[in-house]
Nanobody, 117 residues
Framework: QVQPVESGGGLVQAGGSLTLSCSVSGGTFVGDDMVAWYRQAPGKERGVIATITWDDGSRHYTDSMRGRFTIYRNYHENRAFLHMNGLKFEDTAIYYC?????????WGQGTRVTVSS
């Protein structure tokens, strides 16, 4: 079973930037793994931000997230990333990485991002 591990969260001022990282504990991303970033704000449902296919790097974004968020992967570092620009107070949330492999979706524990206004 794949175990994603997120890192990079923290406290950032509004207007700032942050890059989150996702790796696989004890393993590697492979082939057609689909890596996704989600977030869950207090009192709200978890929602997808973007996805990336590991082998060819093809990316998809939820329309409302397009522009300030960039998903990418570093094949040699074996990590996927979510870069966030122009952070707003409402971006405060727990950010989760998920990996879909062979139709099974596994989730990380999440990393907290707090944006101060």
């Amino acid at each position: 079973q794949v175990q994603p591990v997120e890192s990079g969260g923290g406290l950032v001022q509004a207007g700032g930037s942050l890059t989150l990282s996702c790796s696989v504990s004890g393993g590697t991303f492979v082939g057609d793994d689909m890596v996704a970033w989600y977030r869950q704000a207090p009192g709200k449902e978890r929602g997808v931000i973007a996805t990336i296919t590991w082998d060819d790097g093809s990316r998809h974004y939820t329309d409302s997230m397009r522009g300030r968020f960039t998903i990418y992967r570093n094949y040699h570092e074996n990590r996927a990333f979510l870069h966030m620009n122009g952070l707003k107070f409402e971006d405060t949330a727990i950010y989760y990485c998920s990996v879909k492999r062979d139709s099974v979706v596994c989730w990380g524990q999440g990393t907290r991002v707090t944006v101060s206004s």
